[in-house]
C-alpha cells in the first residue's frame, strides 16, 4: 500500500472501519513507515474504539522507536468534543486546538460528557436499507444555452402540469375559447405570464397556453380573490368561468369562478418505511466560512456516534457544503479559507467525523462549485474525489431520493426567497419557510418564477416539476429550521451550520444554526436536535 499522503492514510482508516482524527492521520502520515505505523495503530485500538486518537498513535510510534515489540497499554478510547471554542478565527486551527485539548484531558476528565456512552458500537442492519434516486440531470444536460433551449423548458413545463389540471377540470385552448359565442362558460389551463390590477381593483391574469394568450378577471369581491396574492409568474394554473358577452368580436375576456392548482391532493397518503430507522435531514454546512461552527457539528457528529443516534442510518444534506468563493460581495472578508478546494477538503474532513455506516446523500447549494442555475449537477469528479468519504451519493439539485420506500424531495432552495419576497407574510416567510415550501408543493414546481432570484438553466426538460407528489420535501438554504405537513407531505427546512454573517446581520436575519432535524422514515414524525 503506498502511503504517502494523509488521504489514502484517510481512505486505508475509513475501509478498516475507523473514523479519521486529523491530527492522528498527520502523524501516521510523518511516520518512517506509515503504512507500518498505521497497521500497527489499528491493530493496537482498543475493539471499542470509533476513532484513533493522536495519543494512542504516539504512543504506538514512540513504542515503535524504543522497543518494536513492547507491548501497549490499553489505550483510552476516542474523547468527546465538548470544550468550547477558543474564539481563534482560523476554523482549521480552532479545529486542532479543540481535539489537541480533548486529548489532554485523559479519561477521568470532570467535564466528560456523561451521556455520552463510550462502548456504544452502532451495529445498523444494513440488509434492510434502500436508497434509490430519480429526477437528477446530472450527466443529463441537454442545455446549449439556445433561446429554443428556454423554449423547451418552459413548453415540458407547460406539458407536464397541465396534463394534472386537465383531469381536474374540461379545458379548452386558447385558440379555441377566442372564437366561442360570448356569454358561454369555459375553462383554460395556461401558464401566468402577466398579472396586473385594473383600475377598479380587479385582477387581469393573463393565461398563456401553446395556441396563444388569454385574459382571465379575477373580480375583488370574489371569494377567492385573496388567492391571486399566491400567484407567481410562469406557474400553471387552471381557471373556469364565464365568457364576456362581446368574445366573439375579439377582445373577450373569461370571468373567473373557480381557480386551480395541480396541488396535492388533500387525501394524499404517503409511503412510510416498514421498520424503525431514521434520517438526519440536515444542509448549509458553510464549511471555509469564518461563522462555520465547527463546535456544533462535532457534536453532532459525535452525537450520531451514541446509542441514541442507533436508528439515524440516513444522513440527507441538501447543498452549501462549503461556503465558496466570490458568492457575495464582500465574501471574501468573512473567508476562513479562501481556496475552493481546501473548503472541500476541509468539509470532508468534517463529514468523516460521522459515523462510516451511514448512507449519505448530498446534493449542491448557490454557495457550491457547480453552476448556479438550476437543475444544478452534481459535483464533478475532482470535487467527488474530495468528497469520497463514507461513499456519499452525489446527486442534482434537485434529486428525488427514496428511503426504504419514503420519497424525500431535496431541493436547495433558491426559490424560497423568492417565494417569501412575493408573497404575504402569512402565506410565507422566513420565520415560517415552511409554509413557503407549502406554496412550492400546491403548485407543483420547485422554482416556478423565472428570471429573479431563481435562475433556471434552458433545458429539453424541467426537471423542477414535481411529476409525484413527494412524502417528505426537504429544503435549506434560507438558514432558518421550520417543518410542517401540507396534505399529509412532511416539509422540512432544515437550518445551517453557520453563525449569522455581517450580511445577515444588516439585514436581520437571525439564522437557526446547529440543528439537526431528525425524521422517523416509518412514521414520517419530526424530532429536532439542538448542538449549538
Ligand atoms: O443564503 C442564506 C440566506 O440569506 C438566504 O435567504 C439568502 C440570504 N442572503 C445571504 N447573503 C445574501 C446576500 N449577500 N445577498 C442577498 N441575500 C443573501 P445562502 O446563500 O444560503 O448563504
Ligand atoms: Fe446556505
Ligand atoms: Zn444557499
Not at 36 to 43: F, M, S, W
Not at 70 to 87: F, H, K, Q, R, V
Not at 348 to 374: C, F, T, Y
Not at 476 to 500: D, I, T
Request: hydrophobic fraction near 35%; glycine fraction near 6%; include cysteine.
Amino acid at each position: 500500500m503506498p502511503m504517502e499522503t494523509p488521504a489514502r492514510i484517510v481512505s486505508e482508516l475509513t475501509s478498516r472501519g475507523y473514523n479519521a482524527d486529523p491530527e492522528a492521520v498527520t502523524l501516521l502520515a510523518g511516520a518512517d513507515e506509515p503504512g507500518l505505523a498505521l497497521a500497527a495503530a489499528v491493530e493496537r485500538a482498543p475493539d471499542d474504539a470509533l476513532k484513533l486518537s493522536a495519543d494512542h498513535v504516539r504512543r504506538v510510534l514512540d513504542d515503535a522507536g524504543a522497543n518494536a515489540n513492547a507491548d501497549i497499554a490499553s489505550p483510552e478510547p476516542p474523547a468527546p468534543n465538548t470544550s468550547a471554542s477558543t474564539g481563534a478565527k482560523n476554523s482549521a486551527n480552532r479545529e486542532t486546538e479543540r481535539r489537541s485539548a480533548d486529548e489532554t484531558k485523559g479519561v477521568e476528565s470532570a467535564d466528560r460528557d456523561a451521556s455520552r456512552p463510550e462502548q456504544f458500537v452502532r451495529d445498523p442492519d444494513l440488509d434492510a436499507r434502500s436508497l434509490d434516486i430519480a429526477g437528477d440531470v446530472t450527466g443529463e444536460s441537454t442545455g446549449t444555452g439556445e433561446y429554443e433551449d428556454f423554449v423547451s423548458v418552459f413548453r415540458d413545463r407547460y406539458k407536464r402540469l397541465s396534463s394534472q389540471l386537465r383531469s381536474r377540470v374540461n379545458v379548452r385552448p386558447t385558440s379555441a375559447v377566442r372564437k366561442m359565442p360570448g356569454g358561454g362558460d369555459t375553462a383554460i389551463v395556461g401558464m401566468i405570464s402577466d398579472i396586473r390590477s385594473t383600475a377598479s381593483g380587479h385582477w387581469l391574469i393573463e393565461l398563456e397556453d401553446t395556441s396563444g394568450t388569454y385574459p382571465c378577471l379575477v373580480m375583488k369581491d370574489r371569494e377567492f380573490a385573496d388567492v391571486v396574492d399566491e400567484l407567481l409568474f410562469d406557474e400553471v394554473i387552471a381557471v373556469e368561468g364565464t365568457l364576456s358577452d362581446d368574445n366573439d368580436d375579439g377582445d373577450g375576456i373569461l370571468f373567473v369562478d373557480s381557480l386551480y392548482f395541480p396541488d396535492v391532493p388533500r387525501t394524499y397518503e404517503p409511503s412510510t418505511a416498514d421498520r424503525h430507522v431514521q434520517a438526519a435531514l440536515i444542509s448549509d454546512v458553510h464549511v471555509g466560512s469564518q461563522e462555520f461552527m465547527a463546535d456544533a457539528w462535532s457534536r453532532f457528529a459525535d452525537w450520531l456516534h451514541t446509542e441514541e443516534a442507533e436508528r439515524v442510518e440516513y444522513l440527507l444534506l441538501a447543498g452549501d457544503m462549503v461556503e465558496g468563493v466570490g458568492v457575495y460581495p464582500d465574501q471574501d472578508e468573512e473567508l476562513d479559507i479562501v481556496d475552493i478546494y481546501d473548503q472541500y477538503e476541509q468539509f470532508s474532513e468534517h463529514l468523516k467525523e460521522v459515523p462510516g455506516d451511514l448512507d449519505i446523500v448530498m446534493i449542491p447549494g448557490n454557495h457550491d462549485a457547480v453552476r448556479l442555475a438550476e437543475p444544478q449537477p452534481g459535483f464533478d469528479d475532482e470535487l467527488r474525489s474530495i468528497m469520497s468519504a463514507h461513499d456519499a451519493e452525489i446527486t442534482g439539485n434537485p434529486s428525488t431520493v427514496t428511503v426504504e420506500g419514503v420519497d424525500v424531495l431535496m431541493y436547495h432552495g433558491v426559490s424560497l426567497d423568492e417565494v417569501i419576497a412575493e408573497l404575504p407574510e402569512e402565506k410565507a416567510s422566513y420565520e415560517e419557510p415552511h409554509k413557503a415550501m407549502y406554496q412550492l408543493l400546491k403548485k407543483r414546481h420547485v422554482a416556478p418564477q423565472f428570471g429573479g432570484k431563481t435562475r433556471l438553466a434552458p433545458e429539453e426538460r424541467d426537471y423542477l416539476v414535481m411529476d409525484q407528489v413527494p412524502d417528505v420535501f426537504h429544503t435549506g438554504h434560507v438558514h432558518k429550521l421550520g417543518w410542517g405537513k401540507y396534505h399529509n407531505v412532511l416539509a422540512v427546512n432544515s437550518g445551517c451550520w453557520q453563525a449569522q454573517t455581517a450580511f445577515q446581520k444588516s439585514v436581520n436575519i437571525d439564522p437557526d444554526a446547529g440543528f439537526a432535524p431528525i425524521l422517523d422514515l416509518d412514521t414520517l414524525d419530526m424530532t429536532v436536535r439542538k448542538f449549538s
